[in-house]
């Protein structure tokens, strides 16, 4: 029997190829084979996979007014009278943004302990025993550099959320920020927004939680001073058009799973009216607005009733956040 060393056998493989490649009787075979060799096919675009995949959580824009102390302990609180205690039951619930008018409130006027403060103190304790995060939220007016919303004054905001809620003894303290009204031009990054989320990091105590609401899609520059960010804040017919109108592949970072929980998807305006007649009925908006967030690639999520009047004065209705809820934790929508 002969034996073929793997270096000989090589060299048979590739003489016998040289052949076929140079001889012009295997013209087809020819080609095929130079292709191959030396040209091969380009592999075929990756699709990108819409995120309908997702398991997400409930993000808050908790600007009502705290919860009176009775409500931890009622069984079944109404929207109105227990707003807090409503948020924080549910599982699905990371975070909640607070908002003591346009800053921390006015406890140098009234001295320490007024009783708003003292009202905010106390829900923020709740939110900590329930084990969720509380934000506080600074306007940054697009990045305006002086007067009563320049970065001096936002800064002094957070000076003052962070020495007035801090009692950590009694579960009272600050997780992160919540900044709005945030300028989409990049060109603010070094001079506004990079000072300002540095002097927050600053700050003593645990690594904070950074939110910017640009209410835009952003260069991947944001990511690089923020947790997280909100790509989208408007209305249920604009999310229905913005969706349609731009696939998820234009989106850069959007698009990929692993920053999933690094988007925010804020909807108002979104209708129920099947709910008032039967409880337990499909609300349809909501079900398909809840589809695209998952489509969308949004980790955080808020589905409101409210219109732009007062979006965020209350929870939704019962029914509708309980099917909010639902949905955030399924990983499909059935």
Request: charged share 20%; aromatic share 12%.
């Amino acid at each position: 029997m002969y034996r073929f060393s793997a270096a000989s056998l090589c060299r048979a493989v590739l003489l016998t190829l040289t052949w076929l490649i140079s001889s012009t009787a295997h013209a087809d075979l020819q080609s095929k084979l130079r292709d191959l060799l030396f040209d091969p096919p380009t592999p075929a675009p990756q699709k990108v996979q819409t995120m309908n995949r997702l398991e997400q959580q409930l993000a808050v824009p908790a600007y009502f007014v705290p919860d009176p102390e009775s409500c931890p302990k009622a069984p079944q609180p109404t929207p109105y009278r227990c707003p807090w205690k409503r948020v924080l039951e549910r599982n699905a619930t990371a975070f909640v943004v607070i908002r003591p008018g346009d800053g921390p409130g006015n406890r140098e006027q009234a001295g320490p302990g007024t009783l708003v403060q003292l009202n905010y103190a106390r829900q923020i304790a709740y939110a900590h025993q329930a084990g969720k995060k509380v934000l506080a939220y600074i306007p940054t007016h697009y990045a305006t550099m002086s007067g009563q919303h320049g970065l001096d004054a936002a800064k002094e905001r957070v000076r003052h959320y962070m020495e007035w809620y801090n009692d950590k003894a009694n579960g009272v303290w600050i997780d992160g920020f919540f900044l709005d009204q945030v300028s989409d031009f990049e060109s603010t990054l070094p001079v506004y927004y990079r000072p300002l989320t540095d002097y927050i990091r600053q700050q003593p105590g645990r690594r904070p939680l950074i939110v910017l609401n640009p209410a835009a899609h952003v260069s991947q520059s944001y990511l690089r001073i923020a947790d997280v960010i909100v790509t989208f804040d408007s209305s249920y017919e604009e999310y229905l058009s913005y969706t349609e109108r731009t696939p998820l592949a234009t989106l850069g970072w959007e698009a990929k799973e692993q920053n999933a929980k690094r988007i925010w998807h804020i909807v108002r305006d979104v209708k129920c009216n099947n709910y008032a007649s039967e409880p337990k009925s499909v609300c349809l908006p909501l079900q398909k607005v809840m589809q695209l967030t998952k489509n969308r690639n949004a980790g955080y999520v808020y589905i409101t009733e409210d219109s732009y009047a007062a979006p965020f004065d209350a929870v939704p209705a019962r029914e509708f956040w309980r099917d909010e809820s639902w949905y955030a934790e399924q990983p499909v929508i059935p």
